[in-house]
């Protein structure tokens, strides 16, 4: 469990961080980007929140399921499975919870038509933030595949936070009055 009494530690003055294993790396190596970018995600979708909570409850629910979700993202690439015994199961991402973010994308997907057009992203504040909160989870994606390219990353891991960025498109176009209120993207309209 984690037990945090002094918020400063001094260990990080210069340029490293300890990884769940107590291994020291530096503040910029891609695991830490990778599980830093994730954590940006999930204040993204705290801020979307200030407007789920009232406006769409059942997402709110989905959203707050997702948030705790992504500390257990996190959880799971810091620490790198590097084949040694350990003392303890370390937290790792599962397929239930790549299933019930699907089960999820697919409630709120079937009350909507098909898209003929890209969407630009916005329409309301809870939209605006939803969609922000996607980008930032794509980013964490390509850092997590990069981080693959080199050191194990769970298939779990992957498969969650792709479809955290999928249910997030979902989730704006749900709160866009299923997808009626959205901004479509008009190709060359400015030429």
């Excluded at 990778?34 to 997402?59: K, M, Q, W, Y």
């Amino acid at each position: 469990m984690v037990k945090l009494n002094k918020i400063y530690t001094r260990t990080g003055d210069k340029g490293t961080t300890g990884l769940g294993s107590g291994e020291r790396r530096s503040k910029a190596d891609l695991r830490i980007e990778a599980f830093g970018t994730v954590d940006e995600a999930n204040s993204c979708i705290g801020l979307a929140r200030l407007h789920t909570a009232t406006e769409a409850p059942a997402i709110d629910a989905m959203l707050a399921g997702i948030q705790n979700d992504l500390f257990d993202l996190g959880a799971d690439l810091c620490m790198p499975d590097d084949g040694k015994p350990l003392d303890y199961e370390p937290l790792r991402v599962v397929a239930s919870q790549v299933e019930r973010l699907e089960a999820d994308i697919d409630l709120l997907n079937k009350e909507m038509k098909p898209l003929k057009s890209f969407i630009l992203p916005g329409g309301s504040p809870a939209a605006a933030a939803l969609h922000l909160s996607r980008t930032v989870a794509r980013r964490a994606e390509r850092l997590m595949v990069a981080l693959a390219a080199k050191e194990p990353v769970g298939p779990d891991a992957l498969k969650y936070i792709n479809r955290v960025s999928d249910f997030l498109f979902v989730a704006a176009r749900a709160v866009n009055d299923n997808g009626n209120a959205d901004v479509l993207w008009v190709p060359g309209k400015n030429r």
